[in-house]
């Protein structure tokens, strides 16, 4: 099974990766939208990159860069799996696009395909799911057209500098 499609490709992570993770690990807007708090350095992000294994069994995670197929040694943005339950046989799934150049083009919606088919097919997971913040738009609308269900919400979840904000909870069930 190849992670690729007429367009982009998700690969392993590389060391030539480190300051494109860099620069998304420590992008603070990104930040909001999740659960990071502090910065990583350098030399953590490189220690995350030489320490990889790329086995979601041992890891129970799993992160592949996006790139375009024009030019596979750049990374445009990573998706991950994560939080991986193979007895219950679920994963939480993620998806950044870096810079703004690169968003609005259909990568994430592309990522988010290409992963979900290695996750039902080849890992034969049962169900995939995301939190996303309530403000973000963007997210809610990718996963939505996306064929994920809203199934809960987290009221307050989030703190913000303009107070808090709900979470909303998505899933997709294999069929």
Not at 18 to 35: A, H, K, P, V
Not at 39 to 65: C, E, G, H, M, V
Not at 71 to 77: L, M, Q
């Amino acid at each position: 099974m190849m992670l690729e499609n007429d367009t982009i490709l998700l690969r392993a992570v590389e060391p030539e990766d480190l300051d494109f993770l860099y620069s998304c690990e420590n992008n603070t807007s990104i930040w909001r939208c999740g659960s990071t708090t502090a910065p990583y350095s350098r030399f953590a992000i490189k220690q995350y990159i030489a320490d990889a294994q790329n086995d979601i069994y041992t890891n129970k995670q799993l992160r592949l860069i996006i790139c375009l197929k024009t030019n596979i040694k750049e990374a445009i943005g990573a998706v991950d799996l994560f939080d991986f339950d193979p007895y219950h046989q679920r994963a939480s799934v993620g998806i950044v696009i870096d810079s703004i150049e690169n968003q609005q083009h259909g990568y994430a919606q592309q990522s988010l395909q290409l992963i979900e088919e290695y996750a039902f097919c080849f890992l034969h997971l049962h169900q995939l799911y995301c939190s996303i913040a309530a403000y973000n738009k963007a997210s809610v609308a990718l996963f939505e057209k996306a064929g994920y269900v809203k199934c809960g919400t987290r009221k307050d979840w989030l703190k913000t500098e303009n107070g808090f904000a709900d979470e909303i909870e998505y899933q997709k069930i294999r069929i």
